[in-house]
């Protein structure tokens, strides 16, 4: 397990983490959020002392993280970046033995990759000559070509097509199911929302909301409400209810609100076409946890 | 996974990267070319001393074409003599350049410029020569009493040291070391310079440092690079032998220098291309852009060329003040100490210190230079203030 303890690290006058705490259990893929500037990409550099904190330890179970271990984790920097005149098999290859693994072990591992990437016929081809997309993918693999047991993800679904987004979200729930703790940061809250079993909201560097995100969901205050009547969004004129998204047709309403009573006065109004009463999705949750 | 497996797998990457591109085989190719074809036709051109051209005019003394061209003997060339009617048709074909002195009534000598001094000794001593004779012919002596006094018995001559034949090639090898190592650490110190840059451009550099520490990946990049320096001296050195050897211009009196000499030259050169390429990357760390690249570069230049004059210096004065402190304080002592310890004797403390001195060295500008990486890796664009780098990079 990885844990962040307290995380604390000052750039001048800014404050890029203000005592960052949280875990990363094995087989969990935690989603780590926050707006700009909030510290994810600090705060995942430190785990691999490329960023040093003025305080507070990463641990791994248990113990602090240094060199052996950082050989044991996966890291995908948020700013892309690979030998690009160096052929990709011989670059996955060269980062495998890097992390410590023999040349063969490196070497099957690289071909392994390279057929699930749907690279194999591309293997000899140095990276510069591979479309965006597919040096997106070798990234990856360079990242988790040592089957790593952590991987920490900055920013893994930027500039992916669909296709290229469904394949990322599939090979993580693959290797977390393989035991491997995932840490990755998005912006898009509905895909992590997906992929993802525990949320780590960050703001201004410190940790605003973090958990098993069904639990989250769950605990809120506030439930999800979207109602159509005649086909049109309905709200209820009610104390404490408050409109989301910029369509005019979500509320969040008080979790104990009486939803007999709500349904009574939208059938009052017309045909009730559709009509639910949900946990908030993980937008929701963001936007009141960083509410500023 | 030991760090030291580290170093020599970055080094490997960085040595068959390059050895392996388009761009080095190329240079490779062209740099042997020139050396084995333009090498034996420079040689030509320089081994045979072209003849002097002699112009006379006026009155010139019976036999002096012989007489001269004995005299030019003496120092191992050739003359050409040709006679011209006034003195200004001889001035207008030294003016041409047709002959490169003129003589006048057998007593003037007349130059286009500046006179050539050897040249004026093989006409002197051959005017002379026939004077002399015309004097004793003049006094009625014998032929026997004629040559007693031009030819006086040479001078004996002793040392009280063994001369030692093998000083030259000692000499030259010490002096051809440090040129060597001179050269070097401005070409490969600029590669290991780039590849540094390049790295943290390219940003790859993050993924790389999420496995190793900057410490290991600088060394790996001087390790690798400087191999393949040494390959490429190795060729270079291997055609510029064999064009000499071919055209039979110098004899290469290799077992003349010995094995010790060699042995030192040899690991200086490693010392001293450590020590450089080493401050070469950690300035490459201080900056990410070309231009930024051309201005850092020349800082060990201004270090390199003191050691280069103090390794000439060393060579007449190995004893002098200067070159005995530089041949043991970095970075200079690479450039000073092979030289020292190649025409004089060196006590071995002295050279200990100084091998302990420049590993030192070394050690410390690696590890600046790791953190001055660490510190910038995460800036890009700017050149990185040096302060800020270190500031920033306390992990290393």
């Known amino acids: ?46 785990v691999f002392g490329l960023v040093r904190p003025d305080a507070g330890e990463v641990r791994w179970n248990g113990s602090p993280v240094g060199p052996q271990e950082h050989l044991r984790f996966g890291y995908m920097p948020e700013e892309r970046g690979l030998y690009s005149k160096m052929k990709i098999r011989e670059q996955l290859v060269y980062f495998g033995r890097l992390s410590g693994m023999d040349p063969s072990a490196a070497s099957s591992s690289a071909d392994r990759w390279l057929s699930r990437l749907g690279l194999a016929d591309r293997a000899l081809s140095k990276l510069e000559d591979l479309s965006h997309g597919n040096q997106q993918r070798v990234q990856l693999a360079v990242s988790l070509v040592h089957g790593p047991e952590l991987a920490v993800l900055d920013e893994p679904f930027a500039g992916l097509d669909p296709i290229g987004v469904e394949d990322m979200a599939a090979t993580l729930r693959e290797l977390a199911d393989s035991g491997a703790g995932i840490v990755f940061s998005s912006h898009q809250l509905d895909l992590v929302q997906d992929v993802c079993q525990d949320v780590v909201i960050i703001d201004r560097g410190r940790v605003v909301l973090a958990g098993d995100l069904t639990d989250l969901r769950d605990r809120s205050d506030y439930r999800h409400l979207e109602v159509r009547v ?7 004129s009610m104390n404490g209810i408050e409109t989301v998204g910029d369509d005019g047709q979500r509320y969040l309403i008080q979790k104990d609100a009486d939803v007999e009573e709500v349904l009574h006065r939208a059938r009052q109004s017309g045909a009730v076409t559709s009509f639910s009463f949900e946990p908030p999705n993980l937008s929701d949750l963001f936007r009141q946890a960083v509410r500023r | 996974m030991s760090p030291l497996r580290q170093v020599m797998l970055i080094a490997q990457r960085d040595f068959l ?26 040689a030509a051109e320089s081994a045979v001393p072209k003849p002097y051209k002699i112009g006379t005019t006026g009155t010139v003394q019976d036999g002096f074409n012989d007489a001269v061209t004995a005299s030019a003997k003496a120092f191992d060339r050739t003359v050409g003599v040709s006679s011209y009617a006034s003195t200004a048709e001889g001035e207008a074909a030294l003016e041409k350049g047709d002959i490169n002195v003129l003589l006048v009534d057998g007593e003037q000598l007349v130059w286009n410029q500046d006179p050539n001094y050897q040249l004026t000794s093989i006409v002197t001593s051959a005017v002379q020569g026939l004077d002399r004779a015309k004097t004793i012919a003049s006094l009625g002596l014998s032929q026997e009493e004629a040559a007693r006094l031009l030819a006086p018995a040479p001078l004996a001559s002793r040392s009280l040291t063994a001369p030692d034949p093998s000083q030259t090639p000692k000499q030259i090898a010490s002096y051809v070391g440090s040129l060597l190592l001179y050269i070097s650490i401005l070409m490969f110190g600029q590669f290991v310079m780039l590849g540094v840059m390049e790295e943290k451009q390219s940003r790859v550099v993050e993924v790389v440092l999420s496995r190793t520490r900057p410490r290991q990946l600088l060394a790996g990049k001087v390790i690798g690079i400087g191999a393949l320096g040494i390959i490429q001296l190795v060729i270079i050195g ?80 190995p004893n002098a003040i200067l070159p005995h402190l530089g041949s043991i304080i970095p970075p200079f002592s690479p450039f000073v100490m092979p030289t020292r310890m ?27 230079g790791a953190r001055i990486y660490q510190g910038s890796i995460l800036r890009i664009g700017a050149k990185v203030k040096l302060r800020d780098a270190l500031k920033a990079g306390s992990r290393d």
């Open chain 2, 238 to 317: 291997g055609a510029g032998l064999f064009t000499l050897s071919r055209a039979n211009v110098v004899n290469v009196d290799l077992a003349g220098i010995g094995a010790r000499v060699a042995l030192t030259v040899v690991v200086w050169y490693l010392l001293g291309y450590a020590l450089f390429a080493v401050l070469y990357a950690a300035l490459g760390a201080t900056v990410s852009r070309q231009e930024d690249a051309q201005g850092v570069g020349f800082i060990p230049v201004v270090v390199i060329l003191p050691g280069f004059f103090l390794g000439i210096a060393a060579l007449e004065n």
């Open chain 1, 230 to 236: 005649d086909g049109q969004p309905w709200a209820p």
């Open chain 2, 17 to 42: 990267q390059r050895i392996r591109s388009r761009a080095f085989l190329v240079s490779m190719l062209l740099i042997v070319g020139v050396v084995v074809i333009a090498g034996p036709l420079l």
């Open chain 2, 342 to 368: 190649t025409v004089t004797h060196v006590p071995v403390w002295e050279v200990a210190l100084s091998v302990v001195l420049i590993l030192l060295a070394t050690y410390l500008v690696l590890r600046v």
């Open chain 1, 1 to 46: 397990m990885l844990e962040l303890s307290g995380l604390r690290k000052q750039y001048g006058n800014v404050t890029a983490l203000d005592g960052v705490s949280f875990d990363v259990r094995p087989g969990r893929v935690v989603g780590f959020l926050g707006p700009n500037g909030a510290g994810k990409t600090t705060a995942m550099r430190c």
